[in-house]
């Protein structure tokens, strides 16, 4: 819940909110808008890789299979794998309606003979999927993965150990600090407004007074720990109102928004096997920036 997590993360030590809460209706259109950045090559590494190895890509998950992808936001490389694959069944998982809504209609009209089952579902929870009627293979494209914790990432694959015994999921990989800065902190400042939209976000669902105009986007490569770290900056000792909770923020203390993991393709490899995968298969892209590994359940 929204409230409950929101009055958790704000009242911890080093303030945090949850990114799955990034991805309202406007939260989406903006993701939406930085795939296509300059600067974000990561849509478009996976995107050139995803065509690059198409075949062999197809090959692994198989034809005809049903194929379960979470995260699956406006479902722009899945359009490739739809028609290589022709799958029996597409059931993209999203938190976000919206974006789940825009998708369905958009490959309904594209592919009319793909029967599409929509879950509108948190995968940081058991989700309840429909009945399956043939072999399952997840898909988890973008480096959502990323997004998760190491030890989440691992309850995360143990559960979609148990739905497909093989998964096609997208990583992105370490590369130059330089690089990842600029991904994150693009000109246009589209990372900045779709950061602070979880403010927004919060005050419009919840009735809360966070001025925006006194938080700033912050987002580095914590190299130690191999990822990017989003926050929201307090600019000013200020105290924010929600219901009868008030948080107060000293100038310069931040709200920690979102974990941007990189992982090599053997640190992903091991964290697959933990979680009993083998990582057989990897495609890259020309540049070797983005990863897509296809992964085995151990039997
Ligand atoms: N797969 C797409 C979108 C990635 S953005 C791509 O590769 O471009 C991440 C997507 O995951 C968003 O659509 C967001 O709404 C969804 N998402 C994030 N956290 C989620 C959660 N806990 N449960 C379900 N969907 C989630
Ligand atoms: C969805 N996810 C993989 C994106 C990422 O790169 O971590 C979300 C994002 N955050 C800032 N820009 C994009």
Same mark, same amino acid.
């Given at each position: 819940?929204?409230?409950?997590?929101?009055?958790?993360?704000?009242?911890?030590?080093?303030?945090?909110?949850?990114?799955?809460?990034?991805?309202?209706?406007?939260?989406?259109?903006? @993701?939406?808008?930085?795939?296509?950045?300059?600067?974000?090559?990561?849509?478009?590494?996976?995107?050139?890789?995803?065509?690059?190895?198409?075949?062999?890509?197809?090959?692994?998950?198989?034809?005809?299979?049903?194929?379960?992808?979470?995260?699956?936001?406006?479902?722009?490389?899945?359009?490739?794998?739809? /028609?290589?694959?022709?799958? =029996? =069944?597409?059931?993209?998982?999203?938190?976000?309606?919206?974006?789940?809504?825009?998708?369905?209609?958009?490959?309904?009209?594209?592919f009319p003979w793909l029967r599409i089952a929509p879950v509108h579902g948190d995968f940081s929870r058991p989700v309840t999927l429909p009945k399956s009627r043939?072999?399952?293979?997840?898909?988890?494209?973008?480096?959502?993965?990323?997004?998760?914790?190491?030890?989440?990432?691992?309850? @995360?694959?143990?559960?979609?150990?148990?739905? =497909?015994? /093989?998964?096609?999921?997208?990583?992105?990989?370490?590369?130059?600090?330089?690089?990842?800065?600029?991904?994150?902190?693009?000109?246009?400042?589209?990372?900045?407004?779709?950061?602070?939209?979880?403010?927004?976000?919060?005050? /419009? #669902?919840?009735?809360?007074?966070?001025?925006?105009?006194?938080?700033?986007?912050?987002? @580095?490569?914590?190299?130690?720990?191999?990822?990017?770290?989003?926050?929201?900056?307090?600019?000013?000792?200020?105290?924010?109102?929600?219901?009868?909770?008030? @948080?107060?923020?000293?100038?310069? #203390?931040?709200?920690?928004?979102?974990?941007?993991?990189?992982?090599?393709? #053997?640190?992903?490899?091991?964290?697959?096997?933990? =979680?009993?995968?083998?990582?057989?298969?990897?495609?890259?892209?020309?540049?070797?920036?983005?990863?897509?590994?296809?992964?085995?359940?151990?039997?």
């Amino acid at each position: 819940m929204l409230k409950d997590d929101v009055i958790a993360g704000l009242s911890l030590p080093q303030k945090s909110l949850p990114p799955k809460y990034f991805y309202d209706a406007a939260g989406s259109r903006l @993701f939406e808008r930085i795939c296509r950045l300059p600067e974000y090559y990561l849509t478009r590494a996976e995107l050139a890789l995803t065509r690059r190895h198409l075949g062999s890509i197809a090959r692994f998950a198989g034809r005809g299979c049903e194929l379960l992808e979470y995260g699956s936001g406006e479902s722009l490389k899945t359009r490739l794998l739809i /028609r290589a694959l022709r799958p =029996a =069944a597409y059931l993209p998982v999203d938190i976000s309606a919206d974006a789940l809504r825009a998708a369905t209609q958009r490959l309904s009209r594209e592919f009319p003979w793909l029967r599409i089952a929509p879950v509108h579902g948190d995968f940081s929870r058991p989700v309840t999927l429909p009945k399956s009627r043939s072999r399952r293979v997840v898909y988890f494209p973008g480096s959502t993965i990323g997004n998760l914790t190491p030890d989440e990432a691992h309850a @995360f694959l143990s559960m979609t150990r148990g739905q =497909a015994a /093989r998964m096609l999921v997208g990583v992105d990989l370490k590369k130059d600090a330089n690089v990842l800065h600029a991904a994150y902190n693009d000109s246009r400042r589209v990372t900045a407004a779709f950061n602070l939209n979880l403010l927004a976000r919060i005050n /419009r #669902e919840l009735g809360a007074d966070f001025d925006l105009r006194r938080f700033a986007h912050y987002a @580095f490569y914590n190299a130690p720990l191999g990822r990017i770290e989003m926050h929201l900056v307090s600019l000013a000792r200020q105290s924010v109102r929600l219901g009868l909770h008030r @948080f107060a923020f000293d100038a310069g #203390e931040s709200i920690h928004t979102e974990n941007s993991y990189k992982y090599s393709i #053997e640190e992903f490899r091991a964290l697959a096997a933990d =979680a009993g995968f083998t990582g057989k298969k990897v495609w890259l892209d020309r540049q070797g920036l983005f990863a897509l590994h296809g992964l085995t359940a151990k039997t």
